[in-house]
């Protein structure tokens, strides 16, 4: 009987031991299983963190048609808005005076209001003319954190460049203009950084410069790279001979793959600053009448340059963004440079 009772307790023990071990077997596959499944959903999450921050665009360049397209009467006008990475805002020139409702929507969607970085390449009419009309309305609530320019005096204008003095002087006082929060005149090779994007001041404006096409010729040249994907544009505002001279004294510093075409497309830089930019992708922020060099009498009648400039892009096989055919977006990221309309 007591060796009976024995075993049934040895039997009893034994059958403890038993489901003991199963249950710590199972306890320790689920911590097994949880610890996959964690490794698992970590590294899916890091994965897709990676592939949203690598589809977002480093540098989207909006090409401004505005007042240029025909409906608004086919006038010469340059501007371009341009989003960073993290969406700083940016403003090269802006366009003439008409171009203001169209900078302003786009700086309201795009940057709420405020424009980091507004760059002015020279005081004409075309270039600033909307950004005068911003500064001027008191009802328009835009506020600028920094302005880069490089100017002349006043004058210099006044004796070098009569034509566009009465927009220069304008846009001189409004320097001081309670929008704009920090001004800051270039020097040429500044670099300035903003978000991922790197300016490159290329040339500046030049006093000493009176024997050539003035008021143009003293465009400040720069040069933006989105310095993650390495991509890059390159602004000329309207230079012209001498600009080129300078230009060319650094050859290396020009290379980019967009360029604005230097004065609306004609009678800008010389093709040999184009052949060191080397671009893939040439804008023209020009009508098509200044385009088709077409005073009104026909395809290449006109005495414009424009054919000229258009054999060269030709050559370097390059795609043109005309900017009379509407607002073009050119996107830098991953996969290069993409054009959308
Ligand atoms: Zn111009």
Redesign the pocket.
Known sequence: MKEQIETNIDYNNHFNRGTKMKKKEFFSKVIVFVLLCFVLFSLLYIQRKNYIEDSKDSMKIYVIGGSTLQEYGGV?S?GYVITTKNNELIVVDGGIDADKLFLEEYIKRLGNGTVSHWYITHP?Q??VGALIQILEDDNCDITIENLYYSFNSLEWYKEYDKRGFETEEKMLSLLDSKKIKNKISCEKNQEIYMDNVKCDILKIADSEMINTDNGNDSSMCFKMTATDVNKSIIFLG?AYYYSSIELLKNPQKLKADVVQMA??GQNGVSKDVYIAIAPEICCFNCPAWLYNNNPGSGYNTGRWQSIEVQSWVQEFRAQSVLSFLGDRIIKFNQNGIEIEA
């Open positions: 010469i340059c004409h075309d270039h309207d004065h609306h």
